[in-house]
């Protein structure tokens, strides 16, 4: 099986807890290369990784098939650019960019090399988004009629120490967790016609947005899209209502929080659910009547890495394509527009 020398450009919370752990266990990548600049915390859980403390030595180094550019938002742009220009394959962390015109400049520059350029959405490789595509495509609550979706988490303090709380960093909630949000739901539902947003700053001193509100206007169904960093009791993350019947989905993918405990995919069990988080499903279906549990299915994010090592070996499209993460780009320019401006904005 072949190897795809892979390199970090940097060991923070996404390298550490998603990148790292996901490429080191999957046989067709190697996790080759991490950038820290001036720390060695990567060091202890993969010793055989070399360290390095500029990108130039990623940049200049052949053997280097893949860069996964997980630097902070604004450095996005930059230094994918570098990558790409470097004749690397190139995986950028959501979200791909901060304006519609640098994703466009990125992925001009990707088609001249035919190297791969995807987004890292991992989110739709979530138990619970996939099993909301399979009621959505199997048509389990007769036309769907309405859906929302939520990303909220609770801290009502600020992180000083955290690029992501700082106006500087150009970005905000309606990148970070509304990038999630806003893929999903143009994997379900395409390109809207519209969008209207209400984007604000609910917690005391903060400098950057962390609350919104995302309504997203396509013919035949309501979609709407929020997330709060003040939600200490949270409702469903998922709502779905159809001519037929409803499913309400509570709780998070627990991957996310397996990482973070130091547990590395595979087995059986991983991505499942307890039964106790499972959605409700309440619809008629072939003419009988069903109210109760629904197996959520086991959530992968290792899917997404299965991905892109079949398209770089195969010379294949990857399932996240650079388009696909402009167009998240492109909702999120609108929803700012938006907030700002009061007015529903035509996509």
């Not at 991490?34 to 030595?57: F, G």
């Not at 947005?209 to 993350?237: C, N, Q, W």
Request: charged fraction near 25%; aromatic fraction near 10%.
């Amino acid at each position: 099986m072949r190897t795809i020398n892979t390199a970090l450009a940097s060991y923070g919370m996404s390298g550490e807890i998603f990148h790292a752990p996901l490429l080191s266990t999957h046989k067709g990548f190697n996790l080759y290369k991490i950038l820290e600049r001036t720390k060695n915390r990567s060091h202890e859980r993969y010793p055989t990784v070399n360290i390095v403390k500029s990108y130039k030595e990623i940049l200049d180094d052949d053997r280097v098939d893949l860069i996964v550019v997980n630097t902070p938002d604004k450095d996005h742009y930059e230094m994918a650019l570098q990558a790409i220009q470097s004749g690397k394959h190139v995986i950028v962390e959501k979200p791909f960019t901060l304006r519609v015109n640098e994703a466009d400049h990125l992925i001009a520059e990707s088609e001249k090399t035919g190297k791969i350029l995807s987004v890292f959405h991992n989110r739709r490789w979530d138990g619970g988004f996939l099993t909301i595509q399979k009621i959505i495509n199997e048509k389990m609550l007769g036309r769907l009629v309405e859906y929302e979706s939520h990303f909220d988490r609770y801290r009502n303090y600020l992180k000083q120490e955290s690029w992501k709380e700082q106006v500087s960093s150009g970005s905000g909630t309606i990148y970070n967790l509304g990038s999630h949000l806003i893929d999903e739901a143009l994997v379900l539902f395409g390109l809207p016609e519209s969008v209207f947003a209400d984007i604000r700053i609910l917690r005391s001193g903060a400098e950057v947005d962390d609350a919104f509100i995302l309504l997203m206007k396509y013919p035949g169904i309501m979609v709407t899209l929020k997330s709060s960093y003040l939600v200490r009791e949270p409702g469903p993350k998922y709502s779905l209502h159809g001519t037929h019947g409803s499913f309400l989905k509570w709780g998070t993918d627990p991957q996310e929080d397996d990482l973070k405990s130091g547990k590395l995919p595979g087995g059986s069990d991983w991505g499942r659910e307890a039964k106790e988080t499972w959605g409700t499903l309440n619809t008629d279906m072939n003419g009988t009547h069903y109210s109760g549990k629904y197996e959520t299915l086991p959530g992968n994010y290792l899917g997404y890495y299965d991905d892109i090592y079949n398209c770089i070996i195969n010379h294949k499209k990857p399932a996240v394509t650079a388009q696909q993460g402009r167009d998240v780009i492109r909702i999120i320019e609108a929803a700012k527009e938006s907030s700002a401006s009061g007015k529903t904005i035509k996509i």
